[in-house]
Nanobody, 117 residues
Framework: QVQLVESGGGLVQPGGSLRLSCVASGLTFSFYDMSWYRQGVGEERELVAQIGTTWFSTIYADSVKGRFTISRDDAKSTVYLRMSNLKPEDTAVYFC??????????WGQGTQVTVAS
């Protein structure tokens, strides 16, 4: 049974930082591209950042470039999202996704990030 468990969300003031973690189990982590998505209230889910396998290439949404950093530790089956200089518009539920074309796509349950003073 595949599980993705996010943690690290919470309430933070504008300009603050958070680090999200997503621990995966039940799959061969190194086979999967790992991504963070977010969904604000009344909004569609959007890709925030992605990190590939092997070469760990990354892509970011324009809105978070220079502020967020995605990384992975295959030995710990964990993907991270370091978020800095947070803005109120970053408020959303953040979801972890594992995707491999021939193996499937899996989602975590999400963790709430609220940026407010």
């Amino acid at each position: 049974q595949v599980q993705l468990v996010e943690s690290g969300g919470g309430l933070v003031q504008p300009g603050g930082s958070l680090r999200l973690s997503c621990v995966a189990s039940g799959l061969t982590f190194s086979f999967y591209d790992m991504s963070w998505y977010r969904q604000g209230v009344g909004e569609e889910r959007e890709l925030v950042a992605q990190i590939g396998t092997t070469w760990f290439s990354t892509i970011y949404a324009d809105s978070v470039k220079g502020r967020f950093t995605i990384s992975r530790d295959d030995a710990k089956s964990t993907v991270y999202l370091r978020m800095s200089n947070l803005k109120p518009e970053d408020t959303a539920v953040y979801f972890c996704n594992a995707d491999a074309t021939w193996l499937g796509s899996y989602w975590g349950q999400g963790t709430q990030v609220t940026v407010a003073s």
